[in-house]
């Protein structure tokens, strides 16, 4: 995947990397790699939360902006 294509790319891992995104194919990508899920409930996010089965790990933020705040006070 694509996810796969970027850390073969910059020759890293992608252990703990921030990986947002709004539904539930994004959250199991970077879960299988080991990035960090993140749910945004913009876009498909609401009903990505609602249908379920998001990783365990996902953490969840209104939107890009909130997500990026909490990045950048949490580095």
Do not use: C, W, Y
């Given at each position: 995947?694509?996810?796969?294509?970027?850390?073969?790319?910059?020759?890293?891992?992608?252990?703990?990397?921030?990986?947002?995104?709004?539904?539930?194919?994004?959250?199991?990508?970077?879960?299988?790699v080991?990035?960090?899920?993140?749910?945004?409930?913009?876009?498909?996010?609401?009903?990505?939360?609602?249908?379920?089965?998001?990783?365990?790990?996902?953490?969840?933020?209104?939107?890009?902006?909130?997500?990026?705040?909490?990045?950048?006070?949490?580095?």
């Amino acid at each position: 995947g694509m996810l796969e294509e970027i850390a073969a790319r910059f020759h890293t891992e992608l252990k703990g990397v921030p990986s947002i995104g709004d539904s539930l194919k994004d959250l199991q990508a970077a879960e299988s790699v080991g990035a960090q899920p993140i749910l945004v409930l913009t876009g498909k996010g609401k009903k990505t939360r609602e249908e379920g089965g998001v990783p365990k790990k996902t953490l969840v933020f209104d939107d890009l902006a909130d997500a990026s705040r909490h990045l950048i006070a949490h580095p």
